[in-house]
């Protein structure tokens, strides 16, 4: 039952968890998982009021995205990118939000924004879309899809995004990872799709809030987007974690000592629950910010920086765990084994990049750096 302000994760939760092994043969979410994702509340989420959405916050987001991973971290990540591009969605002019929500805000949308890809090609009143888009998640349960292109703007190049009816596109079966499997992250594709320019805007409106907008809609896109994908991260890292010690504490070694008695698994379970605690209090800090924080340069660098090593910590910890989990852990259909897939996927997210993020949070704790100025520095 959908909360009056937020997400109700507990009723994705059974579902999730009945059809997460289906879901993966599958590669795509199950219609009833999907269903579940709508009616918890997920697509509406940041929806704006006046269309009958939450505008929630994003600390309900990461709560709600971490307890749905923990039964299926691909329903996890489909809910969490419905709620985001919901948030991207709202950048679009009246007209544009008119046509995704006019009839009510549960909208399930999927995207393939980052990196812009296929042909945009200016055409009166509008423009034409050409190309493939690959990477769209929850796409063959989605109502609307947002897909980037490059075209040529009054500042010059400019990466600008189509929203475009799900059922204009034709959606190829290209999806086969290592891990995130039930989240059919399919390629996308148009021939000469027309699409209104009320349906359109650049990529570059997300770095500044709206006038008037509501906190979720303030703040600039580079602070909150590696969020959306460490919080399914998260709370399949911590299912992982849950899964091992049980695993552990019921196996005997072939010596016939306790595995849970040696002195490898007991500093494993406490350097493993002291990264996922990390790695949580991280993100809540993240979310949390993004929620009330005076938004500056350096508070989105720090929001980058924490999500990006909150997602390595996650990685690392699941890593080890899944090492340390002997050869039932390799058997196929072994629920560690899945998890350490799909935590393994989604750290490989780019967003996610602890480098990347890392740099721009030099940029930020050194702004007056130059080429110029570091020679001088080094005495070159």
């Known amino acids: 039952m959908l909360t009056a302000t937020g997400i109700a994760p507990e009723a994705v939760l059974p579902t999730a968890r009945r059809d997460a092994r289906l879901a993966e043969e599958q590669r795509r979410l199950?219609?009833?998982?999907?269903?579940?994702?709508r009616a918890a509340g997920f697509a509406r989420h940041f929806v704006p009021r006046r269309w009958g959405g939450h505008e929630g916050t994003f600390t309900d987001f990461l709560a709600a995205t971490a307890s749905v991973a923990g039964a299926c971290a691909s329903a996890a990540w489909c809910a969490a990118l419905y709620a985001a591009h919901g948030r991207l969605a709202s950048y679009l002019p009246e007209q544009g939000q008119q046509d995704l929500?006019?009839?009510?805000?549960?909208?399930?949308?999927?995207?393939?924004?980052?990196?812009?890809?296929?042909?945009?090609?200016?055409?009166?009143?509008?423009?034409?879309?050409?190309?493939?888009?690959?990477?769209?998640?929850?796409?063959?349960?989605?109502?609307?899809?947002?897909?980037?292109?490059w075209t040529d703007g009054p500042a010059g190049r400019e990466h600008r995004i189509f929203a475009v009816p799900?059922?204009?596109?034709?959606?190829?079966?290209?999806?086969?990872?290592?891990?995130?499997?039930?989240?059919?992250?399919?390629?996308?594709?148009?021939?000469?799709?027309?699409?209104?320019?009320?349906?359109?805007?650049?990529?570059?409106?997300?770095?500044?809030?709206?006038p008037g907008a509501a906190r979720c809609h303030a703040v600039p896109f580079p602070m909150v987007a590696a969020l959306q994908f460490a919080a399914p991260l998260l709370g399949a890292a911590e299912s992982a974690h849950t899964l091992w010690v049980a695993a552990t504490a019921g196996r005997e070694r072939a010596d016939g000592r306790a595995a849970a008695r040696t002195p490898a698994?007991?500093?494993?379970?406490?350097?493993?629950?002291?990264?996922l605690k990390a790695a949580r209090l991280l993100l809540t800090d993240v979310a949390q910010r993004a929620d009330g924080a005076v938004v500056t340069p350096e508070a989105v660098a720090e929001c980058r920086r924490d999500a990006a090593m909150a997602a390595a910590l996650c990685a690392q910890a699941v890593?080890?765990?899944?090492?340390?989990?002997?050869?039932?852990?390799?058997?196929?259909?072994?629920?560690?084994?899945?998890?350490?897939?799909?935590?393994?996927?989604?750290?490989?997210?780019?967003?996610?990049?602890?480098?990347?993020?890392?740099?721009?949070?030099?940029?930020?704790?050194f702004p007056d750096t130059c080429p110029d100025t570091d020679k001088e520095a080094n005495g070159s």
């Open 30 to 37: 199950t219609p009833d998982t999907a269903d579940a994702v």
């Open 101 to 149: 929500w006019g009839a009510g805000p549960d909208v399930r949308i999927a995207a393939s924004v980052v990196p812009p890809q296929g042909e945009a090609t200016p055409h009166p009143g509008g423009w034409h879309l050409s190309g493939r888009w690959a990477y769209a998640s929850g796409v063959d349960h989605a109502d609307w899809i947002l897909l980037a292109s």
């Open 166 to 210: 799900r059922d204009e596109v034709t959606v190829l079966d290209t999806w086969r990872p290592l891990g995130l499997r039930g989240t059919g992250s399919n390629t996308a594709t148009a021939d000469h799709l027309f699409v209104p320019a009320h349906r359109t805007f650049a990529l570059g409106e997300l770095l500044a809030p709206r």
């Open 265 to 275: 698994a007991r500093h494993l379970v406490a350097e493993s629950s002291a990264k």
């Open 319 to 365: 890593d080890r765990l899944f090492h340390a989990g002997g050869a039932s852990a390799l058997a196929d259909g072994n629920p560690l084994q899945q998890k350490w897939r799909d935590v393994t996927a989604a750290a490989a997210h780019a967003t996610l990049d602890f480098d990347t993020a890392a740099a721009a949070y030099a940029d930020a704790a």
